[in-house]
């Protein structure tokens, strides 16, 4: 069990940030803590010692998940419970999350409070956990291993219906029936399957359009694997390329190599960042990239750290980062030749879960090709 | 486009609590209110003007889904730009939902606001736009019969796989297939298939528990279509019952059937409850009945009213709710007989959706049998 390391790990950095004691109330954090998997629950940590607060549905599940923790049931709101217990145990400051707390929460919990320290037993900090997660354990490690290993097995697996006239839809409907029956618990996020045009849509998540005769279609998906997210992006051709789509792809795959190529400990963010942004502005297409080049990915699909420009986060081993820059041609793009395929709107995007480890960093997604694959 | 007689309500149930803006960030609402489907976004509303804040990667969705509002695209937190622009227009006063808004973007609202209104701008609320939602227009009401109809169409054609040894998250893996070839965007929660002892459990999501040869099989499930969510259960028995399965079947199903009948505009949301409660009571098994009867579905899984003892809430036509008793022997159960099949702990639940119309309720979800059956 590497939870009572996580919450040693979790109370220092309450401590740090001015506090004496730490509530809990974000799922993921919550499940990273105390290994509690329900819906709603709060832990609540002081000293040495821990506290798992949840309702009547979980009494159950929570003594089998959370064993080691003190547990407690009741109907009342878990945060209000937490705050209530650290009160009574004489803490008189405890740190909160203040991007995962609603403010009717904060006002809930400061109204349950004693009259004597309710004014100032809150402090608001941002992600103390969260940044620990940043950094996985071996645990961690193995189980995204797994989750990405399933990933690339779906990929290959799923290549069958990629063809013209099939409904993306349809596509994303085999995808996760077979990530289900390999034993995923669910998707990561909403499949995306963009086709055609329809992949210069950085977010097109499959809808009933047919996928095309010529064209480029992305599959960008994920699977929760022991709570574990994996996250991977690949985009294959249908029929005929045009010399523009070939020059695209091959842009955006060297721009994704470059950065994968600058995982390391001590590397900043930015720089990996920039190590794919300088390829694809040297290729034209830097208005293309318009987004960040990648993420962490763990219990959620969007961790610490941002691979993004100027982020100065260095990166460190245990890290498990997303790589996956694109560029997408609308009609408003400068790049856009009237001789391009069709309307010449399309989009490609590739994508790897990158661990940073001592030497460098490690492609969990490699099983996977990346070179240019025409169905 | 019903979008533009909704921002009307919504202003007015601002002005309503004394503010002159309203900004709405949670993503339901802002579908509600614009139709941008999103995963960021702010509307802002004033008057009869009306503004929707979103990032680039979703500006050509934006124009599609949110046409006659005036759209703003740029890299900030929208809330920030929504209330920065609020500001702009004269705004002093401006209510925000405190139930979806956490700290830390209070607090990047408040830091955008000029220091003359920074102090009194942002009005505390809580579910102004939830509260309409409740009540479903006639586009809701036509997209809510779909998805429940498809519910009921994937309960029959799943059955084949609900057989002894099948693993629950294969018929899981099954529903959901089934689902998305049929058109539904994903399910609306994660598939509860709970069988045998684990049908005890009233959140027994698929796990690869292998259906028994004996026992009960709870299948709780919903598709998201067109936006709208379906929610029902059907519990059905693999093998020989025993009395006590029987009995306990047949007093939850006169339960729910108590409640539904009970449906009607004007009655409280705690009367409905009590129907179904009272019924449980006099068989025994009030504790076994752990949770409340049902809640309102729509865009989200669970909204508004609350269909629990002593809620005050009156229904009112156009509302859809759940009516869900269940019964969940456990090894603590009092009603517990030594003589019950196997270890004797079993669950049963049976949820239907249903309309508030004039004259009554409408079961959206008859086209499922809730009467005993056998497989």
Redesign the interface.
Known sequence: MRERARRKKAIAAAVGAGAEALVVTHGPDVRYLSGFT??SGAVALVGGRAALFTD???T??AKAEAAGLRLVIDKRSPAVQAVEWLAAEGVTRCAFD???????A??AMKKALPAAVRRSFLV?S?GLVARIREVKDEDEIALMRKAAALGCRLFEDVLEFVVAGAKE??V???L??KA??A?A??MSF?TIVASGERSA???G?AT?AKLPKRGFVTLDFGVLLGGYCSDMTRTVHLGKVSNREWDVYHSVLEAQQEAVARVAPGVRCGDVDEAARSVLRKAGLEKEF??STGHGVGLEIHEGPRIAAKQEQLLEPGMVITIEPGAYL?KQSRSLPKSASGTGLFGVRIEDMVLVTAAGGEVLTAASPKAWMEL
Chains 1, 2 share one sequence.
Not at 98 to 104: L, R, Y
């Open positions: 329900g819906s009547g549905r979980y159950t599940q203040a991007g995962h707390t609603t403010v009717a904060m006002e608001a941002d839809s349809d994303a409907a085999q996760e029936f289900r029956m034993g618990e669910a909403e849509l950085p977010h998540r009933s318009s987004h609308s």
